[in-house]
């Protein structure tokens, strides 16, 4: 497990295997050419960023601060969570992006 800020990030086995058979199939259906126009640095890569701020976004306000979640202990803390897997995938994200790497 690796902590990033407050959140403990699960390096977890079968998330990888789903990401490499996603990329797989990603592969076997369009050009590896496609791939570079989203690497880092890239428009592709860029939408990738505001697309986890605009869901980021929507995720604060219609789920976190909804009256049923914020009546719900966990419900509140497990959308608190994925706000903050949100914020902190935008700011690796970001930080790559912004380098051009």
């Not at 390096?11 to 076997?28: H, T």
């Amino acid at each position: 497990m690796t902590e990033l800020n407050s959140m403990v990030v699960v390096k977890d086995n079968a998330i990888e295997i789903e990401r490499q058979e996603e990329l797989k199939d990603f592969l076997q259906e369009q050009e590896q050419q496609v791939l570079e126009q989203f690497k880092p640095g890239t428009f592709g890569c860029h939408e990738l960023l505001d697309r986890t701020a605009m869901v980021s976004d929507s995720l604060e306000r219609f789920i976190v601060s909804h009256p049923a979640c914020v009546q719900n202990p966990e419900w509140y803390t497990l959308a608190r969570q994925a706000a903050e897997a949100l914020h902190i995938l935008y700011q690796k994200v970001g930080a790559v992006h912004l380098k051009g790497d």
